[in-house]
């Protein structure tokens, strides 16, 4: 049995469990084997009752100190009990098992394992997994996998399956030279894939994980430096000078360029004047006023007679980008001859705009990656800008470039990148940063808060709304039940039309709605006939709505601070004071702390920095940073070093051998071939 091999030939995998599987996108017995868990359950020692701390997983034995109580509340049923040790008190509540009351006996002792909850002094656990006292010996210490499932598969099936495929499948070859795995401290694949589903302790998960992490770093920077080969050295084909148009557009705009955005621009033009063609990237918090550099940059283009592009990641984004610039068209009488290119046009409409791109009567393109695709011909593409470009794929980018003659590109992020880390995920390109934010804006008012903390929430929103304000709302998922306990989009929607006076006007947007109907409602709350927004991230990367003066985000433990503070910069981009309210469900000391450098900083880089240091490289759980950068296993924030570690490792190889020809680097050229032929592109999501 091999990776190619089918999971049906796994036993216990079915034509109804291949089909579950199928919808995880795992078909094959090495899809299987790079599912990795989500996170794993470990089983600690049983604690006091003194010691169980409220918002901890804990587990106690404990003696069943009276008869369990039932009573019926509409549909449910729910069971007490009380536990004691020679330390304390707990009460323990079940729903729906009335069936407890028979096995829960008076003067037995059984180990309980949940989340502690407590009201002032006394401690409670909901629908905590009870055990034998052995049966539960057994697995102390143990981690075990958690897989993310769909419904009707279990977990339990899932470490079958993958148990038995690693016991099965031929190994493959190491395809790192000895040397490599000896310098760089690497685990060999075949060990940590085993590792990384059942790791006999911590210290080796780690291990695993990071040889699984480097591997990711390591075929990522491997693309980069081929791109960077290939778009080194370009000659310009498009020289550009400077005309009256952009000096005039700047003396007309209602602001001046900050000292930061005046030095960006300078660079720009000395680039698309230069010998060499354009490849930079614009790094700077959110509101630091990068677009208006877009704008310029193309508006040259245009005035060079060339047509310019400009891609953003989502429809709505683009949209808008669309709209502010056919605003500025019309107000500055600047010569943009803009066209709207997105997924959700009809056929008539597409076609229309393939005409005007192919025939150069439209000199800016403005759309979603729709702009890359083979049916869209340019006539003279000289500028291509990506908004968020960490949105979008090394060879999403490169696919465009290749659309003219190797036109200049010009690419912005807001991501808080430490420049250490940006040198080497950027490597391909050259960097600008804008390291200012325009005058006069007022500093975002913020508070970290518990879930009691909702109904002055809901009163404050309603205040500001009354105020002619509005107001976006983040809850982590769509609806319920991907997860469990989190808020979601739809269901909050549905509280908040309740909580708040009937007149507000509460619409919801998620990534899993039509592209048409997430416009409309992004159109809608632009247009100011919706006041409160309910929404997952999708808002997250650019919008735009200086109206928008409260963000408030539930479940924001489950967020990275990077992320939380992309989403802070939805709000404080116009004259009005702009608050953020971040709910935490949990209270624990670590999440508050972490979720406070929110609170302390407003500046992305330094929180990104902060963030880093207060997680330490180690740690292994819990929210991901960088949503931006699709890798499967590791992050750019907290394995950073490992990041770095893969970057010394790629510089030295190819140093020695470009071209990886050397027979001791075969397997490894071979690999790189099959992932970059069939994979991940890994700045995607
Ligand atoms: P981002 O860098 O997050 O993309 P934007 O380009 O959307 O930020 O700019 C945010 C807001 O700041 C916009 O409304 C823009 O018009 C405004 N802005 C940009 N530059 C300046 C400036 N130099 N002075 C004042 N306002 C500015
Ligand atoms: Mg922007």
């Known amino acids: 049995m091999d990776r190619e ?69 509409r549909s449910l049923q729910i069971l007490n009990v009380n536990i004691s040790d020679e330390t304390g008190t707990m009460q323990l509540t079940f729903f729906n098992m009335p069936f407890l009351k028979k096995v ?40 075990l996998p958690r897989y993310s499932l769909t419904k009707g598969l279990t977990n339990q099936a899932v470490q079958k399956a993958v148990r038995q495929a690693l016991s099965l499948c031929d190994p493959e070859e190491e395809f790192y030279p000895r040397a490599m795995l000896d310098t760089f401290d690497l685990m060999p694949e075949r060990e940590a894939v085993e590792t990384i589903h059942f790791p006999a302790d911590r210290s080796s998960l780690l291990r695993a994980r990071q040889r699984l992490v480097f591997d990711e770093f390591f075929a990522f920077l491997y693309l980069l430096r081929i791109n960077r080969q290939a778009g080194e050295g370009l000659e310009n084909h498009f020289r550009m000078f400077e005309t009256a148009d952009t000096v005039r557009f700047l003396e007309r705009l209602p602001f001046s360029l900050t000292k930061a955005q005046s030095k960006v621009w300078q660079e720009i033009r000395n680039d698309m004047g230069g010998a060499c063609c354009m490849n930079r990237l614009i790094q700077g918090d959110v509101g630091s006023g990068k677009t208006i550099l877009a704008v310029l940059a193309l508006l040259m283009t245009a005035a060079n007679g060339y047509q310019g592009a400009l891609m953003a990641p989502t429809e709505v984004l683009a949209v808008q980008h669309f709209e502010t610039i056919s605003g500025y068209v019309e107000k500055y009488g600047i010569c943009f001859r803009p066209v709207l290119l997105v997924g959700s046009m009809t056929a008539g409409e597409k076609r229309e705009a393939y005409e005007k791109i192919a025939s150069g009567e439209a000199n800016l393109i403005i759309g979603t990656h729709a702009l890359i695709q083979d049916k869209v011909q340019y006539r003279s593409l000289a500028l291509v800008v990506t908004d968020e470009q960490h949105r979008f794929g090394v060879r999403q980018r490169e696919n465009l470039a290749r659309k003219g003659e190797a036109p200049h590109i010009l690419v912005m992020s807001a991501t808080p990148i430490p420049r250490t880390l940006a040198i080497i995920l950027y490597g391909d390109l050259h960097i600008s940063v804008v390291d200012e934010l325009p005058q006069g804006r007022l500093p975002v008012k913020n508070c970290v808060v518990n879930t009691s903390y909702r109904p002055t929430a809901y009163r404050f929103i309603a205040g500001q709304v009354a105020q002619g304000r509005q107001v976006y709302v983040i809850c982590p998922q769509v609806e319920e039940g991907e997860m469990e306990d989190l808020e979601n989009v739809v269901d909050y929607a549905e509280k908040l039309r309740s909580a708040l006076p009937p007149d507000i006007q509460v619409a919801y947007l998620h990534g899993r709605m039509r592209a048409s109907d997430k416009n409309r409602i992004m159109n809608e709350f632009a247009a100011h006939s919706i006041d409160v927004l309910v929404s997952t991230t999708v808002i997250e990367v650019g ?45 624990d000391r670590e999440t508050m702390e972490r ?18 240091r207060l997680r330490g490289p180690g740690e292994l759980f819990g929210v991901r940073q960088s949503g931006d950068f699709a890798f499967r296993v590791g992050d750019i924030y907290t394995d950073a070093d490992v990041l770095k570690r893969a970057a010394d490792a790629i510089d030295s190889l190819l140093d020695r051998d470009r071209d990886l020809a050397l027979p001791e680097h075969g397997a490894l050229k071979r690999r790189l071939a099959q992932q970059a032929a069939n994979t991940v592109d890994f700045r995607t999501i």
Request: net charge positive; with cysteine; aromatic share 8%.
């Open 5 to 73: 091999t089918s999971i049906l030939e796994l036993k216990g995998v079915g034509e109804k469990t291949r089909r579950l599987f199928e919808k995880l996108d795992i078909r094959t017995v090495g899809e299987l084997l790079s599912h990795y868990p989500r996170d794993y359950e470990l089983f600690e020692e049983p604690v006091k009752i003194a010691q169980a701390a409220p918002g901890k997983v804990c587990a106690v034995y404990a003696l069943v100190t009276g008869m369990p109580n039932v009573r019926r509340v």
């Open 104 to 143: 829960l006996k008076p003067g037995g002792y059984y180990l309980f394992r949940g989340t502690v909850l407590s009201r002032g002094n006394a401690k409670r656990m909901e629908q905590p997994k009870i055990y034998q006292a052995e049966e539960y010996r057994r697995q102390t210490g143990r981690l």
């Open 543 to 587: 919008i735009n709505v200086p109206n928008a003066t409260v963000m408030m985000v539930e479940n924001a433990e489950r967020f990275g601070l990077a992320q939380l503070h992309q989403l802070r910069g939805r709000v404080g981009r116009g004259e009005h004071q702009s608050y953020c309210i971040f709910v935490s469900a949990k209270e």
């Open 595 to 612: 979720l406070q450098i929110l609170n302390r900083s407003n500046d992305g880089f330094q929180i990104a920095a902060e963030d880093l």
